[in-house]
């Protein structure tokens, strides 16, 4: 069986395999060595993505080849305003970083060799939050700000220094560039094609600082140009070492 790496996640994680997304991203890349499973839920914040670690990851997998890596991708849900029309998903600062925690250890026990990578939230454009509401917004205020995704992001980069774990600090990269509203956002939240670019070219890059590289990864099977047109079994013989 191919190794995997599991992609989990709210909605940009659920999100990550339409066209031009950061997970079909890297399941092109690692394509034939490996295989990128989605595990993503729109919506979902840390204290529901903790009730339901077992049930995504279910324990009869714990007896089974551990995976290579698990990305963790939460925060932007949690990160909405308590007094906003998105307060059910609301989950306090210092919660959110216990429930991190919570689901690194709770995935470092079942696979302790897993690479288990952090990604903050984005930023967040409030006028684009406006013009995007998901549902009804009496107030016209938006239900995130960029200032509480940082307060969140923050917390995910100090929960994975106390983890000693890497993490992708996709709020403070994504800001680099000035004109990261309108090139990195689609709806003030989820990412373009550009913003997915950079989630995919970041979590490649911490991927291969932890020895996840094409150049460490096995091919699956023959590679047809190792195929013998005159004898066309033996490159599986040889394989298989039959």
């Not at 992001?153 to 996709?170: G, M, Y």
């Not at 890059?205 to 091919?219: C, F, P, R, T, Y």
């Not at 590679?223 to 047109?229: E, M, N, S």
């Amino acid at each position: 069986m191919r190794p995997k790496i599991y992609l989990f996640g709210d909605s940009i994680t659920e999100f990550s395999f339409d066209e031009g997304g950061w997970g079909a991203s890297l399941a092109n890349h690692f394509s034939r060595r490996l295989d990128v499973v989605l595990r993503g839920y729109s919506g979902y914040n840390t204290r529901w993505a903790l009730k339901v670690l077992d049930r995504v990851f279910p324990a009869a997998e714990s007896g089974g080849a551990s995976p290579l890596a698990v990305t963790v991708f939460f925060g932007a849900n949690d990160a909405c305003l308590p007094d906003r029309y998105g307060a059910f998903q609301h989950v306090p600062v210092e919660e959110y970083k216990q429930n991190l925690h919570s689901i690194v250890s709770s995935l470092k026990n079942r696979w302790p060799k897993a690479l288990i990578l952090l990604i903050t939230p984005p930023p967040v454009d409030e006028d684009a939050r406006i013009r995007h509401p998901y549902v009804e917004n009496p107030l016209g205020l938006p239900e995130r700000t960029n200032e509480s995704a940082g307060c969140f992001a923050k917390a995910c980069v100090e929960t994975a220094v106390e983890c000693a774990i890497p993490v992708v600090d996709l709020w403070t990269r994504m800001q680099q560039y000035p004109e990261w509203h309108k090139a990195y956002l689609s709806d003030g939240l989820h990412l373009s094609q550009e913003g997915n670019k950079v989630v995919f070219e970041e979590v490649l890059k911490k991927l291969n600082e932890g020895g996840l590289s094409l150049e460490m990864l096995e091919v699956d099977l023959p590679l047809f140009a190792d195929i013998d047109p005159g004898d066309p079994l033996k490159a599986f013989r040889q394989w298989f070492k039959i």
